[in-house]
């Protein structure tokens, strides 16, 4: 099957993990996958989770993809005196890929590294890095380099991935590979894309650069995003955007999780500043009943935010449109997702009256204050 443009083709099906490959044909140096978990699913659903529980839930999905890593033939090449993991401070810390290194593979001696790359905005609304004078990085020979960070603009990567590849190369510590899990959009494409050919340029057995997108490949609120409460630059949006499928259903199971101006909001605030992240969450639902006091109704909100039109179409039409995004998952697996929209469609049309979102919001705020997910 020739593959379409953003098209995931399923090759590890289980209970623990999904996992695809990703179209590549923007980035076809790159080895592109993405993977559904139940620990990823719940926690971009959730947004109530944070903490610790936050991090636990990002690296139980790292160790998921470890524990099945679709290049064997490579993996048989890892060793823990050849991997090195960089921690992009502060939301890098959250993967806990140190630890499930260990956990995957019983890796205990490979080397970690520490790097602060923090972007902000000029008066002219352009990104620039504002600090990333401390570093502490260790590099193994023939590293096998592992990175997990939520990822935007990408203007943190590519400051970040520069000054480690060009580090790697003034002291003649080749690469072999870059393994990196992200929830984020397709701004890491291009940093990878750059660092793979610095690579290549510098080190003759440079390997490959391998991107694992968590849930999906997700939208980067821009000036051209419909919706009108947004971050422009920061959020990262549930539509238009590349989902898994198994996500995809997930949140036809959620009341309020489509609505979320953000699918991770800031990962830093939420493992390491709750209080931060409830206050943030907070200020978008008072937004929200804003919205509804105005007389958009909660149907009216799903659509800006959460069309789901293709849900709306006879199952036939709906079949043939998602086999062209969800390559080789079987009929039973595309049925299932469209029996869950069906059900949740019904249920949207009888309560989306008059006051409908301004109800669901205050409700969605109550929880939020206790500490309880819908």
Known sequence: MIMAMNALSRIVESPDLSLYRLDSTHSPELEIYCASTPSSRALLNT???????????????????????????ERRRF???ESGVVHFLRSGL?????????NAWGFNEHLSSFITSQRDRDQYGRWFIRDDAYRKIELPRNATLFIGEIVATGVTMKNGLQIIGRMAKNLGRPVRNLVFFTVGCHKI????????????????????????????????????TEARLKVQGTDLMRFPALLAPEFEQSQFLSETAPLERCVIYDGGARAFNPQEHFAELSAYWEEVVSLGVRGTTLEE?????WPAEEYRLPQAEYLKRKREVWAGVDEKRLLAVYETAGAWLRRLRERSGAGSLVELARRRLRRISSGRSD
């Open 47 to 73: 947004p109530e989770t944070v903490g610790v529980e936050f991090t636990r839930r990002l690296q139980e999905a790292v160790e998921g993809i470890l524990g099945q890593f679709p290049d064997p033939e």
């Open 94 to 102: 959250n993967f806990g890929i140190r630890e499930a290194l260990y």
């Open 189 to 224: 494409e291009k940093a990878l894309s750059e660092f793979d050919a610095l690579m290549r340029a510098s080190f003759r057995g440079y390997h490959t650069t391998y991107l694992f997108y968590l849930e999906g490949k997700f939208h980067l609120a821009d000036s051209k």
């Open 79 to 81: 060793c823990p005196e």
């Open 301 to 305: 909100a799903y659509r800006e935010r």
